[in-house]
């Protein structure tokens, strides 16, 4: 069983930060990149960044351009989100989630996954509270 489980959220002020943990453990033959997305209270769970497992690229929402950081520690199963700037807009539940293949499953892209649909495991979400 693959099992993603955040870590690093909580209460923050505006202009604050927080850095997100998620390690992931289980069976993973191939695992192609880790992402996160964010779900507010009444919005659609929304696509914040991601990056490959082998060689770091990265993709990054453009309203947190330049305020979050995406990383991983590949030794360690986990993905990291580091959140500055907070705004009180970046308040949600993070989700974490991996994208994975076996290895007889040819890629059929380069692109950076970034709905949700290309995505296999998820943790089961982080409260983020930025207030004003």
């Known amino acids: 069983q693959v099992q993603l489980v955040e870590s690093g959220g909580g209460l923050v002020q505006a202009g604050g930060s927080l850095r997100l943990s998620c390690t992931y453990s289980?069976?993973?033959?191939?695992?192609?990149?880790m992402g996160w997305f964010r779900q507010a209270p009444e919005r659609e769970r929304e696509f914040v960044a991601a990056i490959t497992w082998t060689g770091g690229s990265t993709l990054q929402k453009d309203s947190v351009k330049g305020r979050f950081t995406i990383s991983r520690d590949n030794a360690k199963n986990t993905v990291y989100l580091q959140m500055n700037s907070l705004k009180p807009e970046d308040t949600a539940v993070y989700y974490c989630?991996?994208?994975?293949?076996?290895?007889?499953?040819?890629?059929?892209?380069?692109?950076?996954?970034?709905?949700?649909?290309?995505?296999?495991?998820w943790g089961q979400g982080i409260q983020v509270t930025v207030s004003s």
């Open positions: 289980g069976r993973i033959f191939i695992l192609d990149a």
């Open positions: 989630a991996a994208d994975t293949r076996s290895p007889w499953v040819t890629k059929t892209t380069t692109q950076l996954p970034h709905t949700s649909a290309e995505y296999d495991y």
